[in-house]
């Protein structure tokens, strides 16, 4: 449970040596283990573990000071996570020879061409050993470095610096790594570890992407915060920053929004070549709550040439405060109601919906009034009702034919005109329930 510590009690003997190995990833458990030794008078020995910036399994080595009784200590990092699937193993043995375990620093790596990346390769060192631990990345392709390649005496990780050349062939790599420690005077060489989804630990590789950089950006040049009416188009302007691209660019809604989307659309917008200026438009859904802030992220896609005459997709996307889409929710200017908020269907009949639309500011336009269900809803049918400019009431047909329903979910009556060239929505839904009469 949340907040829980497991406590055992050892009783050990002067100057024993023992192993503590706490198991959680390769079993599938998402704790996040911290392990504690203390005395019989709760002197803190040993504490060693996850912590919020690096969760790993624990694993050391102890040798006890006095013959007595001790106390090991385990729980996970964040005392508010918990439940039954925060399972651990904990092995205590007796030390062997002293050896060492590498851990990859995970299952891909993405790098740009002539760009770089940095990660930290861990070491767990078992039994005592101290001595310097030299890693070999097997697989580098020609035009990739990678410094330093030493994890000191001592110490239980380095932050390794992989660069990649310009000319470096876009396409994926394998790579191995092992680490090399001396041992009593021998080498003793070790593959890397993956810790892979959902848990199991086993021997693995990382896959090293190089990907062709963007040449182009899509800037918002400025901060900017609007009110979008709910049922509306809002648009926000762009530009674009081509460097020495040349191509055309399809811009769209981010596939990875750095807020929920709320329910907001837009289209995908081709922008010709040359262009360096656009608008972006998103569809404010009619049901965004009043007020509600939305950060919409866009993204640009192109194409672009190697020098082998192999084309590539690259995008660009920017979550940052100047090039989102910040809008905040406002009452939509079109309004629809129903004469009845719930509707008895009844199979081989037809009915009468009162409806009536209120254009508040909006210039005089007709109205189209429309039913729409669920896919899985059927045997319900209107067609579709238009209200001329000077109109504001009318009756939407609806018909019922078997097989009907099922009525699980509200059905809804939709509200477009057109303003500017947008349209401008509102809808209301009404309750259906199955009149029985066959």
């Known amino acids: 449970?949340?907040?829980?510590?497991?406590?055992?009690?050892?009783?050990?003997?002067?100057?024993?040596?023992?192993?503590?190995?706490?198991?959680?990833?390769?079993?599938?458990?998402?704790?996040?283990?911290?392990?504690?030794?203390?005395?019989?008078?709760?002197?803190?020995?040993?504490?060693?573990?996850?912590?919020?910036?690096?969760?790993?399994?624990?694993?050391?080595?102890?040798?006890?000071?006095?013959?007595?009784?001790?106390?090991?200590?385990?729980?996970?990092?964040?005392?508010?996570?918990?439940?039954?699937?925060?399972?651990?193993?904990?092995?205590?043995?007796?030390?062997?020879?002293?050896?060492?375990?590498?851990r990859l620093p995970g299952d891909v790596l993405n790098v740009f061409r002539g760009g770089e990346v940095k990660f930290k390769v861990p070491v767990q060192r078992l039994a005592g050993l101290k001595e310097a631990v030299e890693l070999t990345f097997e697989g580098l392709p020609e035009g990739v470095t990678v410094s330093p390649t030493t994890i000191p005496e001592g110490k239980n990780e380095v932050e390794v610096v992989l660069k990649v050349?310009?000319?470096?062939?876009?396409?994926?790599?394998?790579?191995?790594?092992?680490?090399?420690?001396?041992?009593?005077?021998?080498?003793?060489?070790?593959?890397?570890?993956?810790?892979?989804?959902?848990?199991?630990?086993?021997?693995?590789?990382?896959?090293?992407?190089?990907?062709?950089?963007?040449?182009?950006?899509?800037?918002?040049?400025?901060?900017?915060?609007?009110?979008a009416a709910r049922g509306t188009v809002h648009r926000r302007h762009f530009r674009l920053q081509l460097g020495d691209y040349q191509g055309p660019l399809e811009v769209s809604l981010a596939d990875r929004q750095i807020r929920h989307q709320q329910g907001v659309t837009g289209p995908v917008v081709k922008i010709a070549s040359g262009i360096t200026e656009f608008d972006y438009p998103i569809n404010v859904p009619t049901w965004l709550e009043m007020n509600r802030t939305g950060r919409i992220v866009v993204m640009a896609v192109g194409e672009i040439e190697d020098e082998d005459g192999v084309k590539h997709k690259v995008s660009y996307s920017s979550g940052a405060v100047n090039d989102q889409i910040i809008i905040l929710t406002a009452p939509c200017p079109l309004n629809v109601k129903t004469a009845r908020q719930s509707v008895r269907a009844v199979r081989g009949e037809s009915l009468d919906l009162g409806v009536t639309v209120s254009r508040g500011v909006l210039n005089p336009a007709p109205v189209t009034v429309e039913l729409l269900h669920a896919d899985h809803i059927r045997g319900v049918q209107a067609e579709p009702l238009v209200l001329a400019a000077d109109q504001s009431v009318g009756q939407l047909r609806l018909r019922f034919s078997d097989p009907l329903g099922p009525f699980n979910l509200p059905l809804v009556i939709r509200a477009t005109t057109i303003r500017d060239g947008d349209p401008v929505i509102a809808e209301v839904k009404v309750d259906f329930v199955d009149g029985a009469k066959r």
């Open 1 to 102: 449970r949340p907040g829980d510590v497991d406590r055992w009690s050892v009783k050990a003997t002067e100057g024993e040596d023992l192993v503590l190995q706490l198991w959680t990833a390769r079993f599938g458990s998402p704790m996040d283990a911290v392990l504690r030794i203390s005395d019989a008078s709760g002197k803190e020995l040993l504490a060693t573990g996850s912590t919020p910036e690096n969760p790993n399994e624990p694993s050391a080595g102890f040798k006890f000071p006095t013959t007595g009784t001790y106390l090991i200590e385990i729980r996970d990092v964040d005392p508010l996570r918990g439940g039954a699937e925060f399972a651990y193993r904990l092995k205590i043995s007796r030390p062997v020879a002293p050896d060492f375990q590498l």
């Open 165 to 227: 050349g310009p000319q470096v062939k876009v396409r994926d790599y394998r790579l191995t790594l092992t680490g090399t420690a001396m041992r009593e005077g021998k080498p003793v060489t070790r593959r890397a570890n993956l810790v892979a989804s959902p848990g199991s630990v086993k021997p693995g590789d990382t896959l090293l992407a190089v990907c062709m950089p963007t040449p182009f950006k899509v800037d918002g040049e400025a901060f900017q915060t609007n009110y």
